[in-house]
């Protein structure tokens, strides 16, 4: 079955500590996203990716990273800058037609 | 700056009855508009895109109208269920700023009651 594969599912980050988050999509879509999600708040884009090897940021990049690649992968790395980590992400993949595909996402905790 | 008002954050209705989710927006034109549900841990899913030439979109009982002038969104789930209970949300896409990604509302929790 095509879709978007997230992981972990839960994450413990010590403070200081860079921590890498995985997104594979085996949908075949060319733009990929990363979005945060906190308790009454809307999803808010952190990078997205539109082709291999490109990407922007979102409203709130600072204190993280991405790569891409590959086209499948679209790793989010949360970076010790990232002052107030603990949140919900949300990887998602498009293609230009169609809603957004999301994963199952991956709850971050700062201990 | 773009901002999105979707109606209480709460909506509690009796079952069978129709469900109206509001999605309001300001300070931009998009080229269309699409709903999503969520479920309590789980990432959205994608329920109905909306382009702006279209007034109006239905699948199953789901029904979604767009109004432009308005700048309004309203979302519709008739005969509603116990099992529609999530919370819904309603994105923007952001292609007439140059961005290329949607831009989602806070969402609006629905509880269908028994």
């Known amino acids: 079955d095509g879709g978007i594969t997230q992981s972990p599912k839960y994450l413990f980050r010590k403070e200081g500590q860079n921590v890498t988050l995985s997104c594979e999509q085996n949908l075949n879509h060319d733009a990929m996203y990363w979005y945060r999600q906190d308790p009454g708040q809307g999803l808010r884009l952190i990078y997205y990716?539109?082709?291999?090897?490109?990407?922007q940021k979102g409203d709130i990049a600072e204190g993280y990273s991405v790569s891409r690649e590959k086209k499948e992968s679209f790793p989010l790395t949360v970076t010790s800058a990232q002052k107030n980590p603990t949140a919900f992400y949300l990887c998602?993949?498009?293609?230009?037609?169609?809603?957004?595909?999301f994963g199952s996402g991956t709850r971050l905790t700062v201990v | 700056s773009q901002k999105i008002e979707q109606n209480s954050e709460a909506l509690n209705i009796q079952e069978g009855k129709t469900a109206t989710l509001t999605c309001n927006y300001t300070n931009y034109s998009p080229a269309y508009l699409q709903w999503y549900r969520q479920d309590p841990g789980r990432g959205p899913v994608f329920l109905l895109l909306i382009r702006e030439n279209e007034k109006e979109k239905r699948k199953e009982r789901l029904k979604v109208t767009f109004d432009t002038t308005l700048k309004q969104s309203l979302f519709h789930i008739t005969a509603s269920q116990p099992a529609d209970s999530a919370t819904y949300l309603c994105a923007l896409d952001m292609i007439r700023t140059g961005a290329n990604n949607l831009f989602f509302g806070t969402g609006t929790r629905l509880t269908v009651i028994p």
């Open positions: 990716s539109q082709i291999v090897n490109d990407f």
């Open positions: 998602a993949s498009s293609s230009r037609t169609q809603g957004y595909t």
